[in-house]
């Protein structure tokens, strides 16, 4: 049916990110891959809950909420537990209108007891006096009543919306379910003779007393009745017989785990879930959108169906609105990688000559995104050399010492400045060094030569290693000067121009700055903040004038310099 070029095919209901998985595929296999999607359904879906033998649209075919079959749905789950009172022999339970009314008291019903929700009074206790719903409140999944499914498959019967899917998970409960429909038989002679040759010629491959296993004749007798079970702990053998009779229409009813819903090509004219909440090995929770598309999705046959019919069988009161919401209408979970790189997986590649273990990073769904962009930023590297190629060189014999020799001792300076502040801040006398209103000095990527005040430290800083890691709540002009490289440090440079701390007509903000941005320490300390003038003439004025006159000397630097040539020369000799 299909060319010969093509040799892959890749199908899915609840994948959303298919563009991105299709080219990972097509760069991995190095071929072209081609994404054909469709938004809607051939076969549209209907969403119902099943609440007192009865079935109320909540979704429709448009994807729309109906809020009023939900509050129908509600009003039926009232007037059944009113009947099961009744029929219990106990006065129906007051809710509205009934503001502060006590519980009743008929049928050994505790005195006293709290109200339930919704104003309902207290359940009966099972076995004081009625039925009811047992001493642990209303009736979860798991205490469904026993005639659930009798009632759900007679009413999809004369509803003709069978064959159906009922999805349980659990295995034990699925055979539990089946044996309840003990009384129900859904095949006529016809279907019966062919479900009798179909499991005797699979059974004729067994040997011995294989052939009389406990589990052999019980799915026999269901099979034979129109209902199957399919789930992880059947015999394989059973399970093909299932599938092959399921796929011809002899089963009208089949209990299942959610592991039917995975890889078959078998749907129904109508799907169940018994529940809305599974253990996903580590607790238990309500269905992930992608989950519930991929099991009611079994609902619908093309050509057969106008709609398919997707139930949910609620408890004594149904699912919150926003849970049903989410997961019938959400969207699906993206694809994302499972590679783990393991050391047992690098030992097994490197047996392997034609792979290395950083090829086989590369090909990981979870490096496609990165591999993708390496040849636009391949290019961007071509670019940036030209770039760089085309500027001037420096070239001066008498420059170049000069100025490798001021970066050394710039970095020289700025280390033991770093230095020196952290001795003072481990002493414990040097933390009134930092109190609130001492101005420093601040250079890093955020802060090029910017004064600031600080204010106190932050309260959320957790224990750091070094004290210049710790952080501060500094007021300071805005950030002037942004850039990509925010997390990384300037090039070492000292002395620190003062011009440059200057700015004008400057807007301050309070930010949380780390010690290690602080460049200077300042004996300047600002005891109140009078208005935006008195602070911007005290932080420009009172910082850079002193600075000017006593902290920075320029005639020093020859000295500076010409000493620290005489210290290289004679560690050279």
């Not at 000069?402 to 001795?423: G, Q």
């Amino acid at each position: 049916m299909l060319p010969d070029h093509i040799s892959i095919i890749l199908l899915s209901a609840t994948v959303p990110n298919t563009k991105e998985f299709a080219d990972w595929v097509g760069r991995t296999k190095k071929k072209d891959i081609y994404v054909i999607s469709t938004p809607k359904r051939p076969v549209p879906l209907e969403h119902y809950l099943w609440a007192g033998k009865d079935m109320f649209k909540i979704v429709d075919a448009k994807g729309n909420f109906l809020s009023t079959g939900y509050k129908d749905v509600g009003e039926a789950l009232k007037r059944k537990q009113d009947k099961e009172r009744e029929a219990a022999g106990l006065a129906p339970v007051q809710r509205v209108g009934a503001r502060g009314a006590a519980p009743q008291r008929g049928g050994g019903g505790q005195r006293g007891a709290p109200p339930g929700r919704g104003g309902r009074g207290a359940p009966p206790q099972r076995g004081r006096g009625g039925g009811g719903f047992g001493s642990s409140g209303p009736r979860s999944f798991q205490q469904q009543d026993r005639n659930l499914y009798v009632h759900l498959v007679g009413h999809l019967k004369k509803q003709q919306l069978l064959p159906v899917v009922i999805f349980t998970f659990s295995k034990k409960r699925c055979e539990e379910y089946a044996a309840t429909l003990v009384n129900l038989d859904l095949a006529n002679a016809s279907d019966k003779s062919e479900v009798h040759v179909t499991i005797e010629k699979a059974l004729s491959r067994l040997k011995g007393s294989d052939k009389k296993l406990p589990q052999i004749a019980r799915m026999t007798d269901l099979l034979k009745r129109g209902i199957g079970v399919h789930h992880g702990g059947l015999l394989p053998i059973v399970k093909e017989v299932v599938e092959l009779l399921f796929s011809r229409g002899l089963v009208k009813v089949l209990f299942a785990t959610e592991t039917f819903a995975m890889g078959v090509n078998m749907p129904a004219r109508c799907v169940v879930f018994s529940n809305i909440r599974k253990h996903d090995g580590r607790g238990f929770r309500d269905l992930l959108p992608g989950e519930y598309t991929q099991m009611s999705g079994r609902a619908g046959r093309r050509g057969l169906d106008a709609t398919g019919v997707v139930i949910i069988v609620s408890g004594d009161e149904p699912p919150d609105t926003s849970t049903l919401n989410k997961m019938m209408l959400g969207p699906s979970t993206k694809l994302t990688s499972q590679f783990r790189l393991t050391y047992n997986m690098i030992l097994n590649l490197l047996r392997v000559e034609a792979l290395r273990v950083e090829e086989m990073i590369k090909r990981s769904f979870s490096e496609n995104a990165s591999q993708r962009l390496l040849p636009d930023q391949q290019k961007e590297v071509v670019k940036a050399e030209k770039e760089f190629k085309k500027l001037p060189k420096l070239q001066c014999e008498i420059c170049n010492n000069d100025i490798e020799l001021f970066y050394e001792i710039s970095a020289e300076v700025v280390e033991r400045n770093r230095k020196i502040i952290a001795l003072a801040l481990a002493n414990s006398q040097g933390g009134k060094l930092l109190g609130p209103g001492r101005v420093v000095i601040l250079r890093d990527f955020r802060f090029q030569n910017r004064p600031a005040m600080l204010v106190q430290p932050t309260s959320t800083s957790a224990p750091s290693k070094s004290v210049l890691d710790r952080t501060y709540v500094m007021l300071s002009p805005s950030i002037l000067i942004v850039t990509d490289e925010s997390n990384g440090e300037l090039p070492p440079r000292w002395p620190i121009p003062p011009e440059t701390l200057l700015v004008e007509s400057p807007t301050y903000e309070l930010a949380s700055i780390p010690l290690s941005s602080v460049a200077l320490v300042t004996d300047v300390v600002l005891k109140r903040l009078i208005d935006t003038v008195s602070l911007t003439w005290k932080m420009q004025h009172k910082v850079c004038r002193p600075w000017r006159t006593l902290g920075y000397q320029r005639d020093r630097y020859p000295r500076l310099t010409g000493a620290r040539s005489k210290l290289l020369n004679s560690k050279k000799r």
